[in-house]
């Protein structure tokens, strides 16, 4: 596998320059599969040779990268050695390389494949917590949660491949002046058998009917801060309805998360910090850091100057808490709980600034914990609307997902011979959606579009689940062919050599993502393997060739389609067999 080669590579390095093969290690990068033209298998840049002192820094950069390369001396693991444009470019015996990367699948596994490499070795293994999704109670999960819920669910599942113990949390809205309004309203028109019948619509029914009523209403925004203050002050009648409310969503909840494949270890809220909120405060009182505003409510003096040019507002004029007090309580509480050693958020980009003062705050405190906490932001969905053009929950949307799904799926042969259509359906429909959000920087904005989505063939997620379902469908095809004795020469086609030097990039994939927490790295990754998997299906037969030759290649296919099916699995995917 990769390491292999690199590690060969650097001790070749590290003896010409009279260097620690490490400090190359890290400065080898496999060369990515361009246009389908033949290329060497991994680089090196001099320029940061020079900058670091391994190389002097003056004289021309192409003559030394050329010199350089003339000292390196080919052998059994490097057969060609070349210098272009302060690159130097290192090709390995092709037999080799076959035998190196395909070794791992010989049992049909090959599960850990590039999270062994020396490049991952830089990230600390240790507990992270993730909190994620954090929809309001009360409501219908609405699709705009969708990107906050996949992209936890995605970073969660790549810090674990790589060793960590991961903590998955759900901190749902479920406290503040929108259960004063939910409250105040429900008195008005809330109705016990609707409640029954379709509990969340009727709640936002009356959610939406109790807001129009406060924009005009002095009475009704006086009620719900009634509410609200009754609830902070522990009233039984206002808790139990509250946590009525409460029940009756987590459960819905509970519902759409096993369809998008989405699991949590803890479902917390804003309400379990309540009494955490006011030890905050009182903190902050005690240590001079809490002053009062003109108008009466108790802020924190962000401004480097300390003139309140700056301010992070923590209560109300009347006493009550907020978002942020409660999430320096929360935060303080995970971390006595759990002991993570980094907690990441994943919110919105319009949280930005309320994440960086919550920072702020606890380091003021004293946390010097909250510098491995992290906030990753993403940008807004554009155009997610049902076929009527209404706004759309997700489930709406999940369900118009998997109808389309069905639909195309219906047009081909296959689909009356599966066990399961619709349940096919609703993950390739699942796929499609992950891939069109993941394709591109998580901060950007982006446009749904529901054609393009679902396409079986392009860059969908929908082509990702049809080549799986291919290669699945070639073994399956091939029992028997596995038996020969695997032959490594036998795959010398320029078709299966940029599978095999595809796969060699794999643990930098991994590395790239773990850096930025950015999944259009795998994806990308992903959609290149299947688009280089097609060409070599139609050049590369299995069944008619020689049996050693079959057997060469069935384990091409199935190292392609066990570091396809890794991939998809780290994205939230789930793979299927057949489509």
């Given at each position: 596998?990769?390491?292999?080669?690199?590690?060969?590579?650097?001790?070749?390095?590290?003896r010409?320059?009279?260097?620690?093969?490490?400090?190359?290690?890290?400065?080898?990068?496999?060369?990515?599969?361009?246009?389908?033209?033949?290329?060497?298998?991994?680089?090196?840049?001099?320029?940061?040779?020079?900058?670091?002192?391994?190389?002097?820094?003056?004289?021309?950069?192409?003559?030394?990268?050329?010199?350089?390369?003339?000292?390196?001396?080919?052998?059994?693991?490097?057969?060609?050695v070349s210098?272009?444009?302060?690159?130097?470019h290192?090709k390995?015996n092709?037999?080799?390389?076959?035998?190196k990367?395909?070794?791992?699948?010989?049992?049909?596994?090959?599960d850990?494949?590039?999270?062994?490499?020396?490049?991952?070795?830089?990230?600390?293994?240790?507990?992270?917590?993730?909190?994620?999704s954090?929809?309001?109670?009360?409501?219908k999960?609405?699709?705009?949660?969708?990107?906050?819920?996949?992209?936890?669910?995605?970073?969660?599942?790549?810090?674990?491949?790589?060793?960590?113990?991961?903590?998955?949390?759900?901190y749902?809205?479920?406290?503040?002046?929108?259960?004063?309004?939910?409250?105040?309203?429900?008195?008005?028109?809330?109705?016990?058998?609707?409640?029954?019948?379709?509990p969340l619509?009727?709640?936002f029914?009356?959610?939406?009917?109790?807001?129009?009523?406060?924009?005009?209403n002095?009475?009704?925004d006086r009620?719900?801060?009634?509410?609200?203050?009754?609830?902070?002050?522990?009233?039984?009648?206002?808790?139990?309805?509250?946590?009525?409310?409460?029940?009756?969503?987590?459960?819905?909840?509970?519902?759409?998360?096993e369809?998008?494949?989405?699991?949590f270890?803890?479902?917390?809220?804003?309400?379990?910090?309540?009494?955490?909120?006011?030890?905050?405060?009182?903190?902050?009182?005690?240590?001079?850091?809490?002053?009062?505003s003109?108008?009466?409510?108790?802020?924190?003096?962000?401004?480097?100057?300390?003139?309140?040019?700056?301010?992070?507002?923590?209560?109300?004029?009347?006493?009550?808490?907020?978002?942020?007090?409660?999430?320096?309580?929360?935060?303080?509480d995970?971390?006595?709980?759990?002991?993570?050693d980094?907690?990441i958020?994943?919110?919105?980009?319009?949280?930005?600034?309320?994440?960086?003062?919550?920072?702020?705050?606890?380091?003021?405190?004293?946390?010097?914990?909250?510098?491995r906490?992290?906030?990753?932001?993403?940008?807004?969905?554009?155009?997610?609307k049902?076929?009527?053009?209404?706004?759309?929950?997700?489930?709406?949307?999940?369900?118009?997902?998997?109808?389309?799904?069905?639909?195309?799926?219906?047009?081909?042969?296959?689909?009356k011979?599966?066990?399961?259509?619709?349940?096919?359906?609703?993950?390739?429909?699942?796929?499609?959606?992950?891939?069109?959000?993941?394709?591109?920087?998580?901060?950007?904005?982006?446009?749904?579009?529901?054609?393009?989505?679902?396409?079986?063939?392009?860059?969908?997620?929908?082509?990702?689940?049809?080549?799986?379902a291919?290669?699945?469908?070639?073994?399956?095809?091939?029992?028997?062919?596995?038996?020969?004795?695997?032959?490594?020469?036998?795959?010398p086609?320029?078709?299966?050599v940029?599978?095999?030097?595809?796969?060699?990039?794999?643990?930098?994939?991994?590395?790239?993502?773990?850096?930025?927490?950015?999944?259009?790295?795998?994806?990308?990754?992903?959609?290149?393997?299947?688009?280089?998997?097609?060409?070599?299906?139609?050049?590369?037969?299995?069944?008619?060739?020689?049996?050693n030759?079959?057997?060469?290649?069935?384990?091409?296919?199935?190292?392609?389609?066990?570091?396809?099916?890794?991939?998809?699995?780290?994205?939230?995917?789930?793979?299927?067999?057949?489509?």
């Amino acid at each position: 596998m990769a390491c292999f080669f690199r590690r060969r590579i650097a001790e070749k390095l590290g003896r010409t320059l009279q260097q620690s093969e490490d400090v190359f290690i890290p400065a080898l990068t496999a060369i990515p599969v361009l246009k389908k033209q033949q290329s060497a298998d991994f680089r090196l840049a001099v320029g940061p040779l020079r900058s670091c002192g391994i190389l002097p820094s003056t004289g021309d950069i192409q003559l030394q990268t050329e010199h350089l390369a003339a000292q390196l001396k080919q052998d059994g693991v490097v057969e060609d050695v070349s210098a272009a444009s302060g690159m130097i470019h290192f090709k390995v015996n092709r037999t080799l390389l076959a035998e190196k990367i395909l070794e791992p699948f010989k049992d049909g596994d090959g599960d850990n494949f590039g999270l062994d490499s020396e490049l991952l070795n830089c990230f600390p293994r240790g507990t992270t917590l993730v909190e994620y999704s954090s929809p309001n109670i009360a409501k219908k999960f609405h699709a705009g949660h969708l990107r906050s819920t996949i992209i936890g669910n995605f970073i969660a599942n790549l810090k674990e491949s790589l060793g960590n113990k991961v903590i998955r949390m759900n901190y749902l809205g479920d406290w503040g002046m929108q259960f004063g309004l939910l409250g105040a309203g429900f008195g008005q028109f809330g109705c016990a058998e609707k409640l029954k019948q379709n509990p969340l619509q009727h709640l936002f029914e009356v959610y939406v009917r109790v807001n129009k009523e406060a924009e005009h209403n002095e009475d009704v925004d006086r009620a719900a801060r009634d509410f609200f203050r009754q609830l902070e002050q522990h009233e039984s009648e206002a808790v139990s309805l509250w946590r009525r409310f409460r029940e009756i969503t987590v459960n819905e909840y509970r519902r759409v998360y096993e369809r998008l494949g989405v699991g949590f270890d803890v479902y917390c809220g804003e309400s379990f910090h309540q009494r955490g909120a006011h030890e905050v405060v009182q903190q902050l009182q005690s240590r001079g850091l809490l002053k009062t505003s003109e108008k009466g409510t108790g802020v924190v003096d962000l401004s480097p100057q300390g003139d309140m040019s700056s301010v992070s507002t923590l209560l109300r004029s009347d006493g009550t808490s907020l978002y942020i007090t409660r999430d320096i309580a929360a935060a303080i509480d995970r971390k006595e709980k759990y002991h993570f050693d980094e907690m990441i958020y994943v919110t919105d980009k319009s949280q930005e600034k309320h994440f960086h003062q919550l920072f702020q705050i606890l380091l003021t405190m004293g946390h010097s914990w909250v510098k491995r906490c992290r906030h990753v932001p993403f940008g807004l969905v554009r155009g997610m609307k049902t076929r009527t053009g209404e706004v759309v929950f997700l489930e709406d949307v999940l369900d118009e997902a998997r109808a389309r799904m069905l639909h195309n799926m219906s047009q081909t042969n296959t689909t009356k011979e599966m066990e399961h259509p619709a349940d096919t359906a609703e993950k390739v429909g699942m796929s499609a959606l992950l891939v069109q959000d993941f394709k591109g920087p998580l901060l950007s904005d982006y446009k749904f579009d529901w054609d393009r989505m679902l396409q079986a063939q392009g860059d969908t997620g929908v082509f990702l689940q049809y080549t799986h379902a291919r290669l699945c469908s070639l073994i399956r095809r091939s029992e028997g062919v596995e038996g020969a004795t695997f032959d490594p020469s036998l795959l010398p086609e320029q078709t299966g050599v940029f599978i095999l030097q595809h796969l060699l990039r794999y643990d930098e994939i991994l590395c790239h993502s773990a850096q930025d927490l950015q999944p259009r790295h795998l994806v990308n990754f992903s959609l290149k393997l299947c688009h280089l998997v097609a060409s070599a299906h139609r050049e590369l037969p299995v069944k008619g060739s020689p049996q050693n030759v079959a057997q060469a290649r069935l384990r091409l296919f199935a190292a392609a389609r066990s570091v396809l099916a890794h991939a998809m699995r780290i994205l939230g995917i789930s793979p299927v067999d057949r489509m």
